[in-house]
């Protein structure tokens, strides 16, 4: 029993601060440091957390959703050094989605459209960032607003994403793998991002690296559906060209 209290303290605090530390849980906790890698293994066995150097990232899941605000007190250099990358393939389009989420947000605020442009998002934050620009459109799907994210879902944004034909697509997700594709926790997000995918005639990932190898609960999407997977230099060179053997390119930014 003192395990699984002690593990279930170690995945509330992955979840409350974003991260955990090996060492510095092995010292609040009063434990060895291999008592806590065993615990983190037992936690990526069972798909709660991410493994990585030192320590570990709680993944996304049906019953866990970081919210907007922990998103943008996260990485953002290096979020910023990816959405400038995504950006750039751009390329001409003249109508583009941009998802919900901290990340495609600022894809939208890094673009340098040569003409007009109309975009198309369920991120209200983003039709806020976007919509004193000149030269730019911003249409706004309507539905049911998540708090957590600030973004439309339900049978509004869907409606209205069938109606349209979309040049390219800036799209994030929890959670990217070779086995189960791009996923997310919520089935009202999935179903929106999944119309997106059918109704774009391009299609780029956006997102940092710790998304691959996870797994979240509802698959949106196959990675041969883009083009790009745009991520960090935290993926390695080998998984890339893993990634990359199945059909898109792989930017590390």
């Known amino acids: 029993m003192e395990a699984v209290r002690r593990q279930r303290e170690i995945l509330d605090r992955a979840r409350s601060d974003g991260r955990v530390d090996v060492v510095a849980l092995a ?19 069972r798909g709660v957390v991410q493994r990585v150097h030192g320590g ?21 250099s290096q979020k910023r050094r990816v959405a400038a990358a995504a950006a750039e393939h751009l390329e001409g389009a ?7 989420g901290f990340t495609p947000q600022l894809v939208a605020e890094a673009l340098r459209p040569e003409g007009p442009l ?20 911003v249409l ?17 944004a ?21 086995e189960h594709g791009l996923t997310t926790p919520d089935p009202a997000v999935a179903a929106v991002k999944n119309l997106v995918v059918q109704r774009s005639r391009r299609r780029v990932f956006v997102g940092v690296a710790k998304k691959f190898g996870v797994s979240s609960f ?18 390695s060179a080998t998984e890339a060209h893993r990634y990359a053997a199945l059909g898109p390119q792989v930017v590390r930014a």
């Open 27 to 45: 010292n609040d906790l009063g434990v060895a440091p291999e008592t806590v890698r065993r615990d983190l293994r037992h936690l990526a066995d």
């Open 56 to 76: 570990a990232y709680p993944v996304e899941s049906a019953g866990f959703e970081s919210d907007l605000a922990a998103r943008t007190l996260s990485g953002v």
């Open 94 to 100: 003249e109508t583009i989605y941009v998802d919900e």
């Open 118 to 137: 109309t975009v198309v998002t369920s991120s209200l934050l983003t039709a806020t960032a976007l919509a004193g620009q000149a030269g730019v459109t």
């Open 140 to 156: 706004v799907l309507g539905g049911r607003v998540r708090g957590r994210t600030m973004a439309t879902v339900d049978h509004w």
């Open 158 to 178: 869907t409606r209205m994403l069938d109606d349209l034909v979309i040049d390219l697509a800036f799209l994030g997700a929890n959670g990217v793998s070779r």
């Open 218 to 235: 509802c698959r949106f999407a196959d990675i041969t559906d883009f083009e790009a997977l745009v991520t960090d230099t935290g993926l």
